[in-house]
């Protein structure tokens, strides 16, 4: 009796492992940004067409954000058979009640697919462990200040989850979005960012991209410039995301995601030190300074890097 026990729960251990493995497989991408407008929505609908057109992946796209634009975008245009779920958050509920929904409709939507595309606008009602439910996160960024220093505050606010060494960091990922000259493009971001996190190659702008919304993805459109730049941007993530599958730590205190540190302070003053003028180099660079130590005294000590 022993015996038969001992060997039944030998197969359900191994039985368990891999279907963790299976289950492991799916890819969770998660676009999310606290500033609106930076084209999540774009990147989102076109993201999700690329994988379940080209890829020919299960593809399914939740749609958090209140106006749906994501979720709109994919139900009106070329039916493609993506999975489609728009939710409103009940922010005003309380964190738990937040994360809880957030979690559901994801556990829902993403049964029986190859990979989950999350629309966000990021809100602090949701707790930073969400974070940790996806492989890859996708900031994206305009070049222009306002922009740039919203993507420094939410980088440096949740460098601790990209550093994590309790649990596996999802990958963090800077798209640079709305580029309309690659020539500036490589000047502030080539130069600018590099090993703390990953740079994808630039969605450009067009001004003809609002005449795509719900009637037509990127990926089939007849101007070969947009078409191109954008299956070029999405095998990107899909080799980004494959790259983050298929690599294990080699032990549980190695980390996937190089560190993000305070070097990336550096790297956006260096943007913001292009000025010549010597009294907003030295505001800004005070200014920094003090983000970097609010941000790290409000991290335990145990977390820091």
């Known amino acids: 009796m022993a015996t038969f026990f001992f060997k039944t729960l030998v197969i359900t251990i191994s039985c368990i492992i891999i279907w963790r493995q299976f289950v492991n497989k799916l890819i969770k991408i998660l676009v999310t940004s606290q500033k609106g407008g930076v084209g999540k929505s774009t990147i989102s609908a076109n993201l999700a067409a690329y994988f379940s057109s080209v890829v020919s992946k299960k593809t399914c796209l939740v749609d958090f954000d209140h106006q749906a634009t994501s979720g709109q975008w994919v139900k009106k245009a070329t039916p493609l058979g993506i999975k489609c779920r728009t939710v409103d958050l009940p922010n005003s509920r309380g964190s738990g009640i937040t994360l809880l929904t957030a979690k559901e409709f994801i556990r829902k939507t993403e049964a029986g697919s190859d990979v ?58 800077i798209v640079p979005s709305r580029v309309d000259n690659l020539n500036t493009y490589h000047k502030i971001f080539s130069n600018s960012f590099s090993s703390g ?108 890097r």
């Open 116 to 173: 989950l595309v999350s629309d966000l606008t990021w809100t602090d009602v949701l707790p930073p462990e969400f974070l940790f439910g996806f492989n890859l996160i996708l900031v994206p960024s305009s070049l222009s200040r306002v922009e740039l220093n919203s993507t420094l505050e939410f980088v440096n606010r949740f460098s601790y989850i990209f550093n994590s060494k309790m649990r596996k960091p999802p990958k963090l990922v």
């Open 197 to 304: 996190f990953f740079l994808s190659p630039p969605v450009l702008y067009s001004p003809d991209a609002h005449e795509y919304f719900c009637k037509e993805f990127f990926i089939f459109s007849k101007n070969n410039k947009i078409k191109e730049n954008f299956n070029a941007f999405g095998k990107s993530i899909l080799d980004l995301a494959v790259y983050e599958q298929n690599t294990v730590p080699k032990n549980k205190h190695e980390t996937l995601t190089k560190k993000v540190s305070g070097s990336i302070l550096d790297r956006f003053r260096a943007i913001r030190n292009s000025t010549p003028n010597q009294e907003v180099r030295k505001a800004a660079n005070e200014e920094i300074v003090e983000k970097k130590e609010k941000s790290k005294s409000s991290i335990p000590f145990f977390l820091r």
